[in-house]
């Protein structure tokens, strides 16, 4: 194996190789790993971070056999701040812009500061001293500056950072102040869902014939604008305006939420855009599918045509038409560049060319013949997985046979992996870097990208350099 030079608890670099070595080292199963084989452009973004305090990630079997998971933090320095006691965390945005870091497990949730001690926490006893809260799952909102946990009890809404019990309700937001607060159970009737404005604090009844709101697609519809989309108690879908009145007596069999002023409906084999008016706004399409980004904002449109047949084309959040579907055939990916705003595809010609296509921007790249699949925002391969191409340096490089390139992370790592489940990771360039897994990243707030890597005996976080922030030994466990 490749040696990662390191100190007891941080390491600085590894030496690089080239091609040949890389090859030398596959073929004789050094530097891999044995595990599930990964289909290109799936790798997920498994650590979160708010540019102060980066996840430690502890799964461990239970006594009963079930794996419980811990959560600790390392700062900027490589330093573990907190060890792993924590079950789950999550970044939410407060008032001015800045992200919350929270962490909760074991009856009590905290809001952490950049040197991991808690600056708000919310226990049993702020919600009822009789009974344990268990805080199973915490939801950012459901305006900004506030946050959603989960307990014994139904949801409690408190304030950020603080961790103050709130008087909002639990809902989701339909704009800068109008919360959907849903249908509830009390005393065993169902109340009907309402809208609640946050600076007012008057609420708005809703017509009679309103079931629930429309989550589009993994997007929660209304959040870009009013109208919103709502489902009818006959199964239809329709939109309501500010007042809580219905906006037309449209009514839809599929409706997304409005952005930058443009929603999508179908009525069956049909399907288009509208506007705020919802006026029929664009061409017809036979499909339309919102692309998200790792935010869950919207990025723009996965379309299909009549004339297009089984082929995808995109559409901008404007409505631009940036891939025609017949035309070309679009594949999109989650970047992992680090913005968690961006979406990538790559639009293929039938002649075998290619292009980049990021939205929401809608920008376009040449790509080299044959790069018809995005590893990455910057690395490209063809449809084996056999050749790489590296769009920031124009470099274009084979993949050792038996491997085949999976994933990749920005213009610095490519995952390979052999049909019996070998992993190991190559640099931008293809040479070997001693890495068997990358599984996340994080991104610092001086723009630096750590990523979390292994070795066969190591694991941390490492940077596009190969110098390690963290690292230790793979098979250790810090106790609380």
Known sequence: ????ARSAVHARGWTRLAVAATTAALLTGAC???????????????????????????????????????????????RVVVRPTYRAHRLCPATDGTDVLLAWGDGQLDALDATGEAIGTLTDTETSPETSLNVTTVTCGPLPGYATAGTEQGPSVVTL????????????????????????????????????????????????????????????????????????????????????????????TRAGGLVDGYGWVSTGPSWYFVD??????????????????????????????????????????????????????????ESTAGSTKVRTCVASAADGTARLVTLPEGTSTPLPTGMTTALSDRLFTDATGSTVHNLTTGQTFDVPAPYRAATAWADAYVQVVSDNGLRMVLDGSGGATGLGTITGQVV??????????????????VDAAGDWLYDEARYTVLED
């Open 161 to 252: 950072p603080d961790l103050a019990p709130s008087d909002l309700p639990p809902g989701i937001a339909l704009d800068a102040a109008v919360v959907w607060v849903p249908a509830t159970e009390q005393g065993g009737r169902t109340t009907a869902p309402y809208l609640h404005d946050a600076t007012t604090g008057t609420t708005t009844r809703l017509p009679d014939d309103v079931a629930s709101l429309v989550l589009a697609d993994g997007h929660q519809a209304g959040t870009g604008g009013w109208p919103v989309p709502v489902l009818d108690t006959r199964g239809m879908q329709r939109y309501l305006d500010q007042t809580g009145s219905w906006a037309s007596t449209q009514t839809f």
């Open 1 to 4: 194996m490749t040696k990662v």
């Open 276 to 333: 705020t008016t919802l006026t029929r706004t664009g061409r017809d399409w036979t499909g339309i599918v919102p692309l998200l980004a790792t935010d869950g904002s919207v990025t723009g449109y996965q379309v299909t045509s009549a004339a297009g047949g089984t082929s995808t084309g995109l559409v901008t959040v404007g409505l631009e038409v940036v891939v025609d579907p017949g035309t070309e055939s679009a594949v999109c990916n």
């Open 32 to 78: 891999t790993e044995r595990a599930p084989i990964a289909a290109p452009g799936t790798a997920t973004q498994t650590a979160t971070a708010d540019g102060r305090l980066f996840p430690l990630v502890r799964d461990t079997a239970s006594a009963d056999g079930t794996t419980v998971r811990r959560v600790g933090f390392v700062d900027q320095s490589g």
């Open 444 to 461: 610092a707030a001086d723009g630096t990208v750590y990523f979390w890597a292994t070795t066969k005996n190591r694991r941390g976080y």
